[in-house]
């Protein structure tokens, strides 16, 4: 017998049982010590079990942890879905989270399920809830300051001061007379007028830079001249709107301006010692750590240091948390790299987790049930009127008499009148200084949302507006762009993009002028900041770039960010007069399994659209489709042929196989002829299902490709293929329909098949 085999199984139960009995008897010794002591009988004594269960159970459902923990599942799915619901309607995210806070408060939640949300969102709980999402909107503030890019500001502010500070003065001056009209009736009782009316002001004067820059991104408008005059107006609108509110909330403080001196003397040392002192020490710290491509943990403590004690500082200033966070993310270094690494260790626990909570606190306090008056919503009408006026027409008027084009006047007006989350962010804070009553706060809150979602329409209205004819010259390049050959190819690597543009040369490499490759990458725009956005495209199409000049090859570099990658590309192939668009095949993160085919997951970890149609009727979930998600809306969207790459360290199409299983086929002799004659490729044709020889006119279309190229296209009947013959293949092409068909019947050749081209015909 082999001891040695059940030596490790028979020590480990030996000493399971041997200390197990240990502590038996230890247990047992133990009880004569409680002779003589006057013991307390458990909870459980003269109960049942169950109902000594169920007593513990609800103790522990309503321990504040526990409470905590389900507010934070409730609110991040609630966010997420109407989040994914603002997308769909070309909305940014973010409203869909301002309108779940709104949809989980009293207004509507409270409203219709009282019960339920009495314990879900109990009063207690709420200063938890509250204390959370303040240290969520700390790191959200030290993310919007880092995300200024403060070198750009200082080259072309000369060019934006005067719209950004048109754009704060006016509105901030409307809002002072809206003030004088509604004091008398929303100001809360003892605040004086000075107060309320800067707050108002304030809130009418404020612009949202991340929403904006995300919009910025999305349209494609940062390369433009119009895209850096609003990012710019918005960054010093953003500055100076912080420095204005901390100004504001050491005068409500104070109860006047004279007895806010001390207090904002204190401020101004403040941010003295921060630009001066503190600032070129971070920039030493992170020269210390150039081309190092990380952050030590060390050095992460000090940079959260700065932040926490920049914090604490305003706060005991009387200049409010917030302010503090945004200036220790102004004052970090300007290393592009460097500021990326950083946001990517705050951003997803700050935006993902956090800020959501604030959201849900902002709705949990907006009262919209408060307005049951017609007057009331009259005044909201004011409100709304008195901000659009103050910052759309503002900006806009401000820029046309700069000499800017009306469209350009427009569009820089409708984007500064956005709000979105900082306009939120001033509401609370003038709600807790109690400067802002709760129906005058619903009022603004719905302001504020109102603002954010009408940015996105008014700019495509205005695009609708000013669409003008097309010139001569571009009627020209159209029609000498139909006489082409036009290959889309999306990558989402920089590797991906490289084998795609190996594979479009192949296809297209002898036509020399009759061709047109274009490189496209869209990448999330919530993963992209302002500051770093030119370098994050230069990085990805270097390779790319590079591996065109390598093959002699010219490309056009397509770069969008987007809110919804799937529609964006569909739209583009569809609307771009493209003859091919080539994919590489994605792959699910539940691919094949009951759950991920049930609830949409993909490696976008839930896709709304999927389950949405399974409980509609229109998807099956036991439809095992060969391709990912990603892939099926791309197939089921696009108008033009489509060719899926499944990647086997492809190089080039020197030896390709083709296998014809039906009719419906055929299509894939066209693109075998393009491999020829741009690749002089060697093309093996499988008569899988024998209808080649039967069909005069795929025999014909065989023989004059031969006759062009002779000993280039060889037609195979054998119904049974070797694994050395797979191996010896550069490249398989098949139909979709057939590569349906090989995964449905679990091909033997998936395991030796090459590099694979799945080419959709519509």
């Known amino acids: 017998m082999n001891w040695g085999k059940y030596r490790n199984i028979i020590f480990y139960i030996s000493t399971i049982a041997f200390f197990s009995c240990l502590m038996y008897w230890f247990f047992i010794e133990g009880k004569t010590l409680e002779i003589g002591e006057n013991i307390t009988p458990g909870k459980s004594t003269g109960t049942t ?48 989270e301002m309108i779940a806070g709104i949809v989980l408060g009293p207004s509507l939640f409270g409203l219709y399920f009282p019960e339920l949300s009495a314990f879900i ?79 108002i002001a304030i809130a009418m004067s404020i612009t949202a830079f991340p929403v904006l820059a995300r919009i910025v991104q999305e349209r494609n408008l940062h390369k433009t001249k119009i895209g850096t005059v609003v990012i710019t107006c918005a960054a010093a609108d953003d500055i100076t709107a912080w420095c204005i509110l901390a100004a504001v909330i050491a005068i409500v403080k ?30 030493r710290i992170a020269e210390s750590q150039k081309g190092k491509g990380f952050i030590s943990k060390g050095l992460v403590a000090i940079f959260f240091l700065v932040l926490i004690i920049s914090s604490y500082a305003t706060e005991v200033i009387g200049i409010h948390a917030l302010f503090g966070a945004f200036m220790a993310g102004a004052i970090m270094p300007e290393n592009v790299k460097f500021r990326n690494l950083f ?16 959201f849900v606190f902002t709705g949990l306090r907006t009262q919209i049930g408060l307005l049951n008056d017609p007057h009331l919503w009259k005044i909201g009408g004011l409100i709304i009127l008195t901000a659009v006026v103050g910052k759309f027409v503002g900006s806009a008027l401000t820029a046309k008499f700069l000499n800017m084009s009306w ?78 050959y036009r290959v889309l190819l999306s990558f989402e690597t920089a590797k991906s993009g490289s084998t795609l543009i190996h594979l479009a040369d192949n296809l297209t490499h002898k036509m020399n002028g009759n061709k047109s490759v274009t490189a496209m990458h869209i990448a999330p725009v919530d993963e992209l900041h302002t500051f770093d956005i030119n370098h994050y495209e230069k990085e990805q199409f270097k390779d790319i770039i590079e591996t065109s000049r390598d093959l002699n090859l010219e490309i056009t570099t397509l770069f969008k960010a987007s809110t919804d990658i799937e529609n964006d590309l569909t739209s583009i192939s569809n609307k771009g007069n493209y003859d091919l668009l080539l994919i590489m095949l994605g792959k699910s993160m539940y691919e094949g399994s009951l759950l991920g085919r049930l609830l949409g997951f993909t490696t976008k970890i839930i896709n709304p659209e999927k389950l949405l149609n399974t409980v509609k009727g229109k998807g099956n979930i036991f439809n095992n489709s060969p391709f990912d998600d990603f892939t099926l809306q791309i197939l089921d ?126």
Request: net charge negative; charged share 20%.
């Open 49 to 96: 079990m169950w109902e000594n269960f169920s007593d513990s159970f609800l103790t522990n459902l309503h321990h504040p942890l526990a409470l905590l923990l389900a507010q934070i599942v409730t609110i991040i799915l609630v966010a997420k879905l109407f989040g994914w619901i603002c997308v769909k309607l070309k909305q940014p995210s973010v409203i869909g």
């Open 407 to 484: 469209k350009d006047s427009l569009t820089i007006g409708a984007l500064m009148n956005t709000r979105g989350l900082t306009e939120l962010i001033v509401l609370n804070i003038g709600y807790d200084l109690g400067v802002l009553g709760p129906e005058l706060f619903a009022m603004l809150v719905i302001m504020a949302l109102f603002t954010t979602f009408m940015t996105g329409p008014c700019l495509d209205l205005i695009n609708y507006l000013f669409k003008g004819k097309k010139s001569m010259i571009e009627e020209d390049e159209e029609e000498e762009n139909d006489a082409k």
């Open 637 to 762: 969207k696009t108008n033009i042929p489509v060719g899926v790459l499944v990647e086997k360290d492809f190089k080039s199409a020197d030896r390709v196989f083709i296998p014809i299983f039906n009719l419906s086929d055929f299509y894939l002799l066209e693109y075998a002829k393009r491999l020829i004659n741009n690749n002089n490729s060697q093309i093996i044709i499988l008569d899988a299902a024998g209808q080649i020889r039967n069909n005069i006119e795929v025999k014909e279309l065989i023989r004059s490709i031969e006759q062009v190229a002779p000993n280039h296209i060889t037609l195979y009947n054998e119904k049974k293929i070797e694994k050395d013959f797979l191996n010896s293949q550069d490249l398989m092409l098949v139909s979709s329909k057939s590569w349906k068909n090989l995964i449905d019947t679990k091909s033997l050749w998936l395991s030796d098949i090459p590099s694979t081209l799945i080419i959709s015909n519509p």
């Open 121 to 199: 969102f109990p009063k207690e709980s709420l200063p938890n809830l509250q204390f959370l999402s303040q240290i969520g909107l700390i790191l959200f503030m030290y993310i919007v300051g880092m995300e200024l890019d403060l070198s750009v500001l200082r080259k072309k502010a000369h060019d934006a001061v005067v719209i950004s500070h048109a754009s704060i003065i006016i509105p901030f001056a409307l809002g002072v007379g809206l003030s004088y009209l509604i004091y008398k009736e929303f100001a809360p009782e003892g605040i004086q007028f000075s107060s309320f009316a800067l707050f």
């Open 254 to 283: 104070a109860g006047s301006f004279s007895g806010s001196v001390f207090v904002i003397l204190m401020a101004i040392l403040y941010v003295f010692i921060m630009i001066k002192a503190v600032r070129p020490f971070l920039n």
């Open 343 to 358: 946001i990517e260790k705050v951003e997803d626990i700050a935006l993902v987790l956090l800020l959501p909570l604030f």
